[in-house]
């Protein structure tokens, strides 16, 4: 199974998860947070939420004795995660993923093939846009961990 970041956001309390995979960003994470401490901006990685993958490595069926079966409701599933999650600043992803994104589009000197680079421009470019569509105030974000 392969692992990939999904951006989640949260306003007003409530959660939007419906994300693209953005597998190649968690593929390159390492490479990626080593290019950010270069820039001198926080970490992707620093964003990351590892609540999901936590839940469902407990067991087979991802359940553990304080869930049980009618809480994996998609709405029902993810309000009883929220509060359980790590929340960021988007300003600070901003600040991260801009930096990355232009670092890349400029010659970044991890090899990568053209169709990966564009691949890479593309989920930067996702993340970017879902975090300027938020409001300024009170809106938080992270990158789930999925598997």
């Known amino acids: 199974m392969g692992m990939t970041y999904?951006?989640?956001t949260l306003e007003n309390d409530s959660i939007t998860s419906e994300s693209d995979d953005h597998s190649?960003?968690?593929?390159?994470?390492?490479d990626l947070d080593q290019a950010c401490r270069n820039l001198g901006v926080p970490?992707?990685?620093s964003f990351?939420?590892?609540?999901?993958?936590e839940l469902n490595m407990t067991d087979e069926d991802g359940t553990d004795e304080e869930w049980d079966e009618e809480d994996f409701d998609d709405e029902a599933h993810l309000d009883k995660m929220k509060d359980k999650m790590e929340w960021f600043?988007?300003?600070?992803?901003l600040q991260c993923l801009e930096a990355l994104r232009q670092h890349v589009e400029?010659?970044?000197n991890v090899e990568l093939d053209d169709d990966r680079r564009e691949w890479l421009l593309e989920e930067l470019d996702d993340c970017i846009?879902?975090?300027?569509?938020?409001?300024?105030e009170g809106a938080r974000?992270?990158?789930?961990v999925i598997m």
């Open 43 to 45: 970490e992707l990685s």
């Open 24 to 30: 190649m960003m968690h593929s390159l994470s390492d």
């Open 6 to 8: 999904w951006i989640q």
């Open 106 to 108: 400029e010659g970044w």
């Open 48 to 53: 990351a939420d590892f609540t999901d993958l």
């Open 141 to 144: 974000f992270n990158l789930a």
């Open 129 to 136: 846009d879902t975090l300027k569509a938020l409001p300024k």
């Open 89 to 93: 600043d988007p300003a600070a992803g």
